[in-house]
Nanobody, 124 residues
């Protein structure tokens, strides 16, 4: 089992930045992929970014590439999502997810564990 706990959400203004954190605990040696999703009201969950926990592979949704940066601190078992130049359309609940398998681009189909989510609201 792996537990994921997100934090760092909040209410910000257009153009601001936020850094989300996802602290993982449990059998991390079983994890291959970690990533971020978001879900806005009335919309489907959207796959944003992922990385391989012990390799250098990265994935980004085209619409957030260049504004969002995924990173990790293996010593702290923590995944991050740095979000810059935020827009009102970035308003959503942001979720961390983990999978025991790769490739990282398959996380939407392969996710084994989910966090509870953290709300990000961007005002105009």
């Amino acid at each position: 089992q792996v537990q994921l706990v997100e934090s760092g959400g909040g209410l910000v203004q257009t153009g601001d930045s936020l850094r989300l954190s996802c602290v993982a605990s449990g059998r991390m040696r079983d994890i291959y992929t970690l990533g971020w999703f978001r879900q806005a009201p009335g919309k489907e969950r959207e796959f944003l970014s992922a990385l391989a926990w012990i390799y250098s592979d990265r994935y980004y949704l085209d619409s957030v590439r260049g504004r969002f940066t995924i990173s990790r601190d293996n010593a702290k078992n923590t995944l991050y999502l740095q979000m810059d130049r935020l827009k009102p359309e970035d308003t959503a609940v942001y979720y961390c997810a983990a999978a025991r398998t790769g490739p990282i681009s398959a996380l939407p189909q392969a996710a084994d564990y989910w966090g509870q989510g953290t709300q990000v609201t961007v005002s105009s």
